[in-house]
């Protein structure tokens, strides 16, 4: 009987460890569900996301479309000689508990030069967070992709005039097809204001 016991003990220990021993990207992406809403697996560095507001993403807390309208400057560890992708999505339009059109892109650049996001080739610009009153709250989740090398994606340019191209986007689905790896990414969380009907119009999206 003590030997059984000692067994669990060692058990329950290990298993404790191994979870004490995640990063804090591991711990955001896993509580918040980005895992397994959005990716199999969680990345383990955590992406900086400074907006020109002065506003810095901490990671899960609840910041406004207006404070997040402008493209951040975003950073993580990088080689100068590798080529990275960065992707925007957001898994929970038009609800979290009903996401018909998981996920919804916001930024997709690939082929960026190190962290040189200017020198990267944009398929979608960014756009902040849309979603409308009835959404609630949402999850913004922002991924730094390793590419194997300098590619050609044959995707088709994205505007932001035209939902088209926006709708049921899978991060994972992307990742595979051009064989690249996650480094890092952060989240946010937002819900509708008065800035929203702004870029409603802007995609002719009637409200």
Known sequence: MLHAINRYLLIFLAVNSVSAEDTEAERLFRDLEIVPDVLDEPP??????EYSNGLNVVGGEELTPTETKDEP????????ATYYTVVMTNPDIPTRQNPATREWLHWLVVNIPGTDIAQG??????????NP???????????IYKQPEKQVFDEPLINNTNVAGHERFSTMNFAKKYKMELVAGNVFQSRWDEYVPLIHKQFGISV
């Open 44 to 49: 383990k560095e955590l992406l900086k996301i």
């Open 73 to 80: 400057k975003i950073y993580w560890p990088a080689d100068p």
């Open 121 to 130: 080739y944009v398929i979608d610009p960014y756009i902040g967070p849309l």
């Open 133 to 143: 009153k009835e959404s609630g709250l949402v999850r913004n989740v922002f991924l």
